[in-house]
C-alpha cells in the first residue's frame, strides 16, 4: 500500500496501477469472506449433523432398554406357571421403573379369550379378584360388546393409576391388526396408536408388546402359534419422558427436535390423516407452535429411526448463529480484510520487484530468510509431533494395560464367583429337577464363553504375558498367529531373555503383532520366520515370509498406515526400519533398535539449535 500512495506524483500509468491494485485486493477480500464463510458454514453443518446422530444413537438406546424391559416380562410369563399378581408386582417393584426407565408408564399382561369362553372367564377373574388386596376393581370385560375373541388385560402395575384399564379388551379399537401379526410372527409389535390416558395436548403414549405361548409348543408355524398363543406382555410409555433430557447434553442452544410416525398405516397417521406427531420440543401448553426457521438461517438435519416395525422420523434444526462463536462469526470479516491486505501487498511486491533489480534481490534476501525461518519451524513441529506420538504411544499402552486389569480384577472375579454358585446350583438341581438343571448347565456354559471372552480382550489390549520379558512375549504372539490363522511360523532366537525396557518391549511387540497381522490379511503366506537376536549392543528383528509380495505402489496406499506406524516408532525409540519385497518373492521387514532405547526425542531447546545449526550433543 506504501508504495501505491507514494506514486501518487506520478502521470496517469501510476494512478492506473493503484486503482487497479486496489480493485484486486477488494475483490480478493471477497472471495476470502465467502471462501471463508462457506468453510465455517460446513463445518457447522458437520457438528449439527454429528449432534443429530448422537441423538439418534441415544434415543435408539433408550427404546433397547424399553424392549429388554418388555422381554424381560414376557419371559417371566413364558416361564412361569401359576405366577400371582403380588409375584408379578413384585417383580415389576424390583425394576424401580421411576428411576431406571423413566418413562415406562405400565407394564401390563393381556389374556387372549376366546369369544365363547368370556362368561367363564369372567366369572374366574372375579373370583380370583375376591381374594385380592384392595387396589383391584370388579372384573369386566371392556368395552362391552360380543366379538369372536378378546385380548384382556388382567396383570397391569402399578395398578393403583391404572384400575380403570382392569379387563380393557386392548384388540377392541384398532389394535387387533398389529395383535394378530405380532401373534402369527411371535416378534414385537407396536400399533403406533396413542394410548389415550398417556395422551394429551403436545403429548404422545404408545404401547410395544410381545406375545407369549404355551412352552409344550411342538414347532414355530403360524398355525401351532395360534393354537398355544397365550397373550402378549406390554408396556406403556410417555414419548416425552423418554426423550427428556436428549437436547440438554447438546453443545448448542435452542435446537428443535420434532420426531413423527412416518409408518404408512393407520397408526402413523392423526385424525387429519397427516404423519403422527410425537414430539415436539418447541411445543408449550397453552402457547401456539412456533413455526419452523428458515432455510437460509438455519440448518436442518432429518434421520429415521426403528421403533418395533415402525419407522419414526426425527428432525433436528437450529439457528445458524446457535453454533456460531464469536470468533466464528468475525472470522470471516477478519479474513476479508487479511485477504484484501495480503493480496495488496503481493500486488505491490509484484511492482517492486519488476521496478528494480535491487529490490528483486532484497526481496529474494528476505524469502530466503523467511524460508529458513518456516523450515526451522517446520522441522521444530515435526519434532514436536514426534515427542507427541511417543507420548501418546505411552500413554494408550498404559491406558490398555490399566483397563484390562481392572477387567480381570473386577469383571473376572465376579464371573469367577457367578460360575461356581452356578456351579452350585447345577450339582443342587441335578438328582431331583432336571429343568432347572438344564437351565443351569446353559447358564455354566454361557458363563465360560463370557470368561473366554473376557481373557480374549484382556489378551487384545495388552497380553499378560508382556510382564514376563520380551521373548516370553514373541513366543506367544507366534503361538497365536499359528492357532489362529494355521500359517507354519519359525521362530529364531539367538538370546533365552532379552533385558529391554518395557516401552521398548512393547514397541517391538506391537511391531510384530502388525506385521503378522497384516501377512494375515494380505500376503496369502504358507509359511513365516521370525528372528529375533541381539549383537553389538543392538536388538534386530525381522519378520518375513513367502507370500505374494508388496508393489512399489502399493506401499504408500492412501488409508494404509501399518508401514508409516512401524516406521514412525522405530523413529522414536532411535532405531532403524528396512523392508524387502517384490511381487511374488514375499516380504522381509528388518528393524533395530539400541538394546537400551526409550522412546524420548530431544528437547525442544535442543532441536532449536539444531535447526539453527548449532551442534547438537549426542
Excluded at 78 to 85: E, N, P, V, Y
Excluded at 170 to 181: F, P, T, Y
Excluded at 209 to 238: E, H, N, Q, T
Excluded at 316 to 323: A, I, T, W
Aim: hydrophobic fraction near 40%; charge should be positive.
Amino acid at each position: 500500500m506504501p508504495y501505491l500512495f507514494n506514486h501518487l506524483r506520478y502521470p496517469f500509468a501510476s494512478y492506473r496501477a493503484m486503482v487497479g491494485g486496489i480493485v484486486l485486493s477488494l475483490l480478493a477480500g471477497v472471495v476470502f469472506h465467502t471462501t471463508t464463510a462457506r468453510i465455517i458454514e460446513n463445518e457447522a453443518r458437520e457438528r449439527f449433523a454429528n449432534m443429530a446422530h448422537s441423538v439418534k444413537m441415544t434415543l435408539e438406546g433408550r427404546i433397547k432398554s424399553y424392549t429388554d424391559v418388555l422381554r424381560g416380562g414376557a419371559s417371566l410369563f413364558a416361564t412361569s406357571t401359576g405366577l400371582t399378581r403380588d409375584q408379578f408386582h413384585r417383580y415389576v417393584d424390583g425394576l424401580s421403573l421411576e428411576k431406571e426407565f423413566p418413562g415406562v408408564e405400565t407394564i401390563n399382561f393381556a389374556r387372549y379369550v376366546d369369544g365363547a369362553e368370556r362368561d367363564r372367564f369372567e366369572a374366574q377373574m372375579n373370583k380370583e379378584v375376591a381374594s385380592l388386596a384392595a387396589g383391584y376393581p370388579k372384573f369386566e370385560i371392556t368395552p362391552p360388546g360380543k366379538r369372536p375373541y378378546y385380548t384382556v388385560l388382567t396383570y397391569i402395575e402399578p395398578i393403583s393409576a391404572w384400575a380403570r384399564r382392569f379387563g380393557w379388551d386392548i384388540s377392541a379399537r384398532g389394535n387387533a391388526e398389529a395383535l394378530e401379526v405380532a401373534r402369527d410372527t411371535g416378534e414385537l409389535s407396536a400399533s403406533g396408536v396413542p394410548i389415550a390416558p398417556l395422551s394429551g395436548v403436545y403429548k404422545v403414549g404408545l404401547a410395544m408388546r410381545l406375545p407369549i405361548y404355551r412352552a409344550d409348543m411342538p414347532d414355530k408355524s403360524v398355525a401351532s402359534r395360534r393354537a398355544y398363543y397365550v397373550g402378549s406382555v406390554g408396556i406403556g410409555f410417555s414419548v416425552n419422558k423418554l426423550v427428556v433430557g436428549l437436547l440438554d447434553e447438546l453443545p448448542a442452544t435452542n435446537v428443535r427436535m420434532i420426531i413423527t410416525d412416518i409408518t404408512n398405516d393407520r397408526g402413523g397417521r392423526d385424525s387429519n390423516g397427516k404423519s403422527r406427531l410425537l414430539f415436539d420440543s418447541a411445543a408449550r401448553a397453552g402457547v401456539p407452535v412456533p413455526p419452523l426457521p428458515v432455510a437460509n438461517s438455519s440448518f436442518t438435519e432429518t434421520i429415521e429411526m426403528d421403533f418395533g416395525k415402525r419407522r419414526w422420523q426425527g428432525q433436528f434444526s437450529v439457528q445458524k448463529n446457535n453454533l456460531y462463536s464469536g470468533f466464528d462469526q468475525s472470522l470471516p470479516w477478519l479474513a476479508m480484510v487479511l485477504g484484501a491486505v495480503s493480496t495488496a501487498l503481493l500486488y505491490t511486491l509484484f511492482h517492486t520487484i519488476s521496478s528494480s533489480r535491487r529490490h528483486a534481490v532484497a526481496l529474494a534476501q528476505s524469502m530466503t530468510k523467511e524460508l529458513r525461518a518456516s523450515e526451522s519451524k517446520l522441522q521444530w513441529s515435526n519434532e514436536n509431533l514426534r515427542r507427541l506420538a511417543a507420548h501418546a504411544n505411552n500413554i494408550r499402552e498404559d491406558e490398555r494395560k490399566r483397563i484390562a486389569r481392572e477387567i480381570h480384577d473386577d469383571l473376572g472375579q465376579n464371573l469367577l464367583a457367578l460360575r461356581i454358585e452356578a456351579d452350585v446350583l447345577s450339582a443342587r438341581t441335578s438328582a431331583r429337577q432336571p429343568r432347572l438343571h438344564a437351565r443351569a448347565l446353559s447358564t455354566l456354559q454361557q458363563i465360560d464363553a463370557t470368561i473366554k471372552s473376557v481373557r480374549q480382550i484382556i489378551n487384545d489390549l495388552r497380553p499378560n504375558v508382556l510382564d514376563l520379558g520380551l521373548n516370553a512375549a514373541v513366543d506367544w504372539q507366534i503361538a497365536e498367529f499359528r492357532r489362529r490363522t494355521r500359517i507354519e511360523c519359525e521362530l529364531i532366537e539367538t538370546h533365552d531373555d532379552i533385558a529391554v525396557s518395557d516401552q521398548c518391549a512393547t514397541a517391538l511387540f506391537r511391531i510384530l503383532q502388525e506385521s503378522l497381522s497384516n501377512i494375515s490379511k494380505h500376503a496369502k503366506a504358507s509359511r513365516v520366520k521370525v528372528e529375533l537376536s541381539v549383537e553389538g549392543g543392538w536388538i534386530s528383528m525381522t519378520v518375513s515370509d513367502n507370500g505374494v509380495g508388496i508393489k512399489q505402489s502399493g506401499r504408500g496406499k492412501a488409508g494404509s498406515f501399518g508401514l508409516v506406524g512401524i516406521e514412525e516408532r522405530m523413529k522414536i525409540l532411535g532405531g532403524v526400519f528396512r523392508m524387502v519385497s517384490s511381487p511374488g518373492n514375499g516380504t522381509a521387514i528388518h528393524i533395530s533398535v539400541p538394546a537400551d532405547a526409550d522412546p524420548v526425542v530431544p528437547s525442544l531447546h535442543e532441536i532449536h539449535d539444531e535447526a539453527q545449526g548449532h551442534a547438537v550433543p549426542a
